[in-house]
């Protein structure tokens, strides 16, 4: 019984909410470049990150979160995802890079600060081995900028965040 409530508890969160996709055990029903057409791109929501100025797309549904930047090519510096989880119940969410053609730093916020940034995660070599990434605390946001950019833009912990 406690084998079962253990993982009903630790590892229902972990399949609900993932970075770029959720992990599942079928196949994606979300869209994908490869399989029907382009996903828009919107950088158009501009934010402050510490002293560096980034537009943002944003990600807060369900729908949006999961694919995240899955598919896309790229990502320019001063340009980033914003994943906003302060509409549900999931303060850790872990993510992982499915279907990610680039690498990225991934920035975890809360209360409008930076409680802790990941930075260089790869792009996946093998779908099929595809570690998860989780924040150090309970998070509000998750802001998915180009690899190295963190460094380059001097982002680092206990910056100021604003939308």
Known sequence: MHRIRFAIIFFVPLFLFAGCSGPTF?????????D???IAEDYSH???VGKAAILVEVANTDATRTQGL???????????MLFDFSNTQT????FWMKDMNFDIDII???NGKIVGITPNV??????????????????????????????RAGIKIGDTVRF
């Open 26 to 34: 079928t196949q994606p029903t979300r869209p994908s470049v490869k």
């Open 36 to 38: 029907s057409q382009a």
């Open 46 to 48: 501009p934010m402050q």
């Open 70 to 80: 899955s598919d896309r090519e790229n990502l320019k510096d001063g340009q980033g």
């Open 91 to 94: 303060p850790r969410p872990s």
């Open 108 to 110: 975890w916020i809360a």
């Open 122 to 151: 790869p792009a996946p070599q093998d779908s099929n081995k595809l570690p998860t990434y989780a924040p150090p605390t309970d998070i509000s946001h998750v802001l998915e900028v180009p690899s190295s950019y963190s460094e």
